[in-house]
Structure formats: structure tokens, C-alpha cells
């Protein structure tokens, strides 16, 4: 059942009963089940979507979890930015309610501009004008849906395909993970997008774009170098074109009075013939992004050296568990890529950008969420007992950029 009074419309404020009928989503309704068929409520197993029609912004959103049987809900938004996870309640009356903030966000910019979306972005989740919600879990329970708008503070990802929210399993990126740790206190707004270098992300509008909205008390985080460093026009290199670009976000970012924060390109799961250390295969690229950083006084999170530890800790081939390597028989064809996280690697780089932000005492550590636990990339958590509920879109094509 829907509760919207006129006063809510213009309010931007939702209510849901999900213990009642609901119907799936057609626009000139505006909200309703999506993406997959409607839950069977003899299957109460299955995951199921659900999206509300909403201009762009940031939302604040409350959930009631908890049903009839136990059970253990998982909450996504969007292009599978994880929410809140693992939320058990008993039967009956057991209950919980999470709260979060989901920023939607559409290509519109002004009239007669768009951001230039690839064309594998069409059928993302992130661009189109739904909030769309995913409850998944081995067996989700949903009582109702609270929707209204919020102000506050947001935090928005510019980089590539180590970032951007992997909209299909089992590709993942920090970008997506990085919102768990979070409260209602603040959004994150991540245009990242497979492929990108810094001069192209420019140029598909999507610095404009965040400028629209862009305000004092924001944050912009940059990660480029990746395909940065393919770029081979003249002037192309780490010292030249790629600073130069890593200088417009600076000053664009300032000039809105935001603040700015780099993180190094993380690394490539590339061994050196001892089996035992990384070799770097970013060239010049984080030196770079360094030396604008101390030029301009942009505090940096070194990821590079991060994931660097990471990788070494698990190990040559415990290292392909934070990577999409993966049987032919799981996703119809063999998958081996070395730069690419699943799930659980972008788990632990997300963990790992947190304590770049504790490292430089951002006031945005304020904003974690009260159960984070500091986290060291030489301790990293074991992979084999870490849990993940898959999306039901699945795909065995390798994100753009390598």
C-alpha cells in the first residue's frame, strides 16, 4: 500500500507497507517492484527490487527488516552499492530498522547537455531517474519503505573501473563498497565509469555534472592513472596532460568552496618472478598525482601502496580471491583478470580508502557508521569466510579498462 498524501508530493516523501500488495513499477505510476518479477510470497527466499520515481538528489531512507521467519537481509542501492548487510531477525515480532542515504542521480545536467554515458551504461541502475532498492540475502524480510529527501553533506567518486559501482556480479569496485561504512549523515554520489582516464571523464561532462550540485562542506575523491597511462597523444604522460588534468578538478572543486582528496591508482595483482612482491605497473603515474598533491596541498590517500600490501599478504594465488578468477563453469566462460575486484577485494579496498580518510582525520570520520572496525591491509579479512549475497545480474564480459 502506498501512503502519499498531496503535502508528501511536493515534500519528495515516500511510505511503503511492504507486508501488503504491491504493484511492479511502470513510470506512470512511479514506483513499485522492478527489475526482477514480483516475489513469490511462497519463494520468501528470493531477492527482489524495488524503485520510486524521483528527481535527482540525495535521499534518506528508513527500513523496517523483519518477517514472519527468521531472517537475513541484505540492503543495496542503485548499481549494487551495498547499504547495509547481513541483517538477521528472529520470526514474529523481531524487527530492525536501518537508515540510510541513497544519492539518485540522472544524466540531465541543463537543458541541451547530458552527460555522455558509454552505451553499456544504459542499462545501469546508477543513470536513470529511480531510486531503485535491492533486498537480497539468504532470506530477506521487508516490513516497509520510508523515503524523503535529505540534506547533507556528499561525498562524490570521480575515477574508473576500480571505482565506478559495477552495476553486474561478479565485478565490484570500492566506489560500491565504500557506502556500507557510512551513516545517514552523508551520501555518496559516485560517477566513476569503466575506462575513464581524468581527460575523459572531463569530457564526458561528468565534472560538470557534479558541479551542478557541488557545494561548500562536499567532498570530490579523485583515482586516476589506470588507463591514464595508455593515453599516447602528444603531451600524453604522467607529467603533463595527466597533471594537468589532476590540476582542473582541483581548482574546479575549490572554486565551488568543496574540499579535494587523491587516492594513488590501485594496484594490478602483477607479481614479480619471486611470487612474493608486486611489481608496479603505473610507470610515473602515482609519483605524479603526488607531487600536484604537495604542490596544491590536496590530501592524498595512497592507495597504490595499500592494495600493494594486500596483495602481498594474501599471496600469489590467494590474491586471485579478491579479483574476478573464476571456473568456466561458474559464468560460462573462464575469467582470469588481475585488475578487476570481486566482491570481496572491493570489500577490502573500501576498508582500506576508510583509513586513508582516518589517516588524514577528514571530519567525514565522523560520519562512520558506529560498528567500523579499523582495518590494516596486512590483516586482511579472510576471504574465506567472508559472505556475499550475488545479484541476479550477472555478467562474464570484463568491464572497459584494464
Known amino acids: 500500500m502506498l501512503v502519499m498524501l498531496p503535502i508528501s508530493i511536493a515534500a519528495q516523501t515516500f511510505d511503503f ?14 514506483y513499485g517492484y522492478d527489475v526482477l518479477p514480483a516475489p513469490d510470497k511462497k519463494k520468501p527466499t528470493e531477492p527482489f527490487y524495488f524503485s520510486v520515481k524521483v528527481p535527482d538528489g540525495n535521499y534518506r531512507v528508513k527500513v523496517v527488516l523483519g518477517g514472519k521467519k ?26 530492525q530498522e ?23 551504461e544504459k542499462d545501469y541502475l546508477a543513470w536513470d531517474d529511480k531510486l531503485t532498492l535491492e533486498f537480497n540475502g539468504p532470506m530477506p524480510a521487508v516490513k516497509s519503505i520510508h523515503i524523503e529527501k535529505a540534506d547533507v553533506p556528499t561525498i562524490y567518486l570521480c575515477g574508473n573501473s576500480t571505482v565506478v559501482d559495477q552495476n553486474n556480479e561478479p565485478w565490484a569496485s570500492w566506489g560500491q563498497m565504500i557506502t556500507r561504512w557510512f551513516g545517514p549523515e ?29 557545494k561548500k562542506g562536499d567532498y570530490v575523491f579523485v583515482e586516476f592513472g589506470h588507463n591514464d597511462e595508455k593515453e599516447k597523444k602528444p ?18 572543486v575549490r572554486k565551488k568552496g568543496a574540499e579535494i582528496v587523491f587516492l594513488t591508482p590501485t594496484q594490478r595483482r602483477a607479481f614479480n618472478d619471486d611470487k612474493k612482491t608486486i611489481r608496479n605497473t603505473h610507470g610515473d603515474f602515482p609519483a605524479a598525482m603526488k607531487m600536484v598533491a604537495e604542490k596544491e596541498n590536496v590530501p592524498l590517500i595512497d592507495l597504490n601502496q595499500m592494495t600493494k600490501t594486500f ?8 590474491s586471485k580471491r579478491a579479483l574476478v578468477h573464476y571456473p568456466e563453469e561458474m559464468y560460462g566462460r573462464k575469467l582470469e583478470d588481475n585488475t578487476h575486484f570481486n566482491p570481496y577485494g572491493a570489500y577490502e579496498v573500501a576498508k582500506c580508502v576508510v583509513m586513508g580518510i582516518k589517516a588524514l582525520n577528514l571530519p567525514i570520520v565522523n560520519y562512520l557508521r558506529p560498528e567500523w572496525q579499523d582495518f590494516n591491509p596486512a590483516q586482511p579479512d579472510d576471504w574465506k569466510t567472508f559472505q556475499w549475497a550475488p545479484s541476479r545480474i550477472v555478467e562474464n564480459q570484463k568491464p572497459d579498462g584494464n
Open 235 to 252: 603531451g600524453d604522460g604522467a607529467w603533463y596532460h595527466y597533471q594537468y588534468q589532476l590540476k582542473i578538478f582541483v581548482d574546479q
Open 186 to 214: 552523508v551520501a555518496i554520489s559516485n560517477h566513476a565509469e569503466s575506462g575513464l582516464t581524468a581527460r575523459t571523464f572531463i569530457a564526458s561532462y561528468r565534472l560538470d555534472k557534479i558541479l551542478t550540485t557541488l
Open 311 to 318: 596483495f602481498e599478504t594474501l599471496g600469489y594465488e590467494d
Open 17 to 30: 507497507d511492504m507486508t501488503k500488495s504491491q504493484p511492479v513499477y511502470n513510470d506512470a505510476q512511479g
Open 98 to 120: 536501518v537508515e540510510f542515504v541513497v544519492n539518485k542521480r540522472s544524466t540531465f545536467i541543463e537543458e541541451g547537455k547530458q552527460v555522455k554515458i558509454k552505451p553499456r
Open 70 to 95: 527468521n531472517a537475513n537481509t541484505t540492503v543495496r542501492a542503485e548499481g549494487r552499492r551495498l547499504m547495509m548487510d547481513q541483517i538477521i531477525t528472529k520470526k514474529a515480532k523481531d524487527t
